[in-house]
């Protein structure tokens, strides 16, 4: 099979994404082809491209991605061709038509999920039940803070925490991402460009600010996750839009009473077949329920993937991305 396939061979702005034709063999033992249908956009993706997180080079590009079982290799139990499947990773490589992958990263996509919403959702979605229920262990009543809360994982992060029973404090940039906070059930959005954010926040949890705060920008609201985080409060800081947290003296948790930070990846709580397995079914089960969906706010062609990069960068995108093959 013929499959056009974006590759980086040295990591930088998104003008480095080039692309290439490749003939895909027959999956060996283990493996399976895929043709894709959907590829899903992730922040996750600039970090590799522009060296944020470091990979091997030459690189393929893109973790998430959804389509159709062409062919399965010996020893793959469970799959056939024909089937609808997604996977998040971790195998680079999703920015393509066609790919070999392992098959143990494949999920069986239910007949109420579509490509689309699955290549957009799965890592954003897994991500928020690591963030939700791993990781901080939300309780009903609590107030929470979530920044970027217009963002692909910020929506789902307010609807996952509205389910769950929490009070949701979002931050946005702009109106009109303002409205699509509030329109996914948080219950105070603020503008952190304007607004005095801990301040608000201090003011509407009657001076005591947030156990939680999840922080998915990084150095430019670090300050301010400090400032509206309560007393043995935790700080969830699992991104890095506006820079990744450096230099940090652990002395300033105290100042702020006594404080946890964790820096969460996806993989290192999804690291086992059963805990993949555990949060892909409950991921499926929010999305089927409607207690979570999946706003897709873009759509571009998979060779426009440079500017669908450029846009989320620039803060121009709002909800999840895809990417169409």
């Known amino acids: 099979m013929q499959a056009t396939q974006a590759f980086i061979e040295t990591q930088g702005g998104?003008?480095?994404?080039?692309?290439?034709?490749?003939?895909?063999g027959d999956p060996g033992p283990g493996e399976v082809l895929l043709r894709h249908t959907a590829i899903g956009l992730n922040y996750l993706d600039t970090y590799h491209r522009d060296g944020t997180y470091p990979v091997p080079l030459p690189s393929g590009l893109g973790v998430e991605s959804?389509?159709?079982v062409v062919a399965v290799g010996e020893h793959v139990q469970g799959l056939k061709p024909g089937d609808r499947v997604a996977t998040f990773g971790p195998d680079r490589n999703a920015y393509s038509s066609a790919r070999i992958l392992p098959a143990a990263s494949l999920f069986k996509l239910p007949a109420?999920?579509?490509?689309?919403?699955?290549?957009?959702?799965?890592?954003?979605a897994c991500t928020v039940e690591m963030l939700v229920e791993r990781c901080a262990k939300v309780e009903a009543g609590w107030p929470v803070l979530v920044h970027a809360a217009a963002g692909g994982v910020g929506l789902i992060l307010v609807q996952w925490l509205k389910t769950v029973g929490a009070t949701v404090i979002g931050t946005v940039s702009t109106e009109a991402k303002a409205e699509a906070a509030r329109e996914a059930g948080a219950d105070h959005v603020l503008l952190y460009k304007s607004d005095d954010v801990a301040a608000h926040v201090r003011n509407l949890t009657d001076g005591q600010g947030v156990p939680v705060t999840f922080?998915?920008?990084?150095?430019?609201?670090?300050?301010?996750?400090?400032?509206?985080?309560a007393r043995r409060g935790l700080i969830v800081s699992y991104g890095n839009a506006g820079g990744p947290v450096t230099g940090v003296n652990l002395g300033i948790l105290a100042q702020h009473g006594s404080q946890f930070v964790t820096r969460p990846t996806l993989f290192d709580y999804y690291l086992h077949p059963g805990e993949r397995a555990a949060g892909a079914a409950r991921v499926f089960e929010m999305i089927e329920s409607g207690a979570v969906k999946i706003?897709?706010?873009?759509?571009?062609g998979l060779q426009d993937a440079a500017r669908a990069h450029a846009d989320l960068q620039a803060g121009r995108t709002t909800g999840s991305t895809v990417l169409i093959p």
Not at 14 to 24: A, F, S
Not at 215 to 229: E, N, Q
């Open 66 to 68: 959804a389509g159709e």
């Open 112 to 124: 109420g999920i579509d490509d689309e919403t699955a290549a957009a959702g799965l890592l954003k």
């Open 295 to 300: 706003g897709i706010g873009q759509r571009y």
């Open 215 to 229: 922080d998915g920008i990084g150095m430019t609201t670090w300050d301010v996750s400090l400032k509206a985080t």
């Open 14 to 24: 998104p003008e480095v994404i080039d692309w290439r034709e490749v003939t895909l």
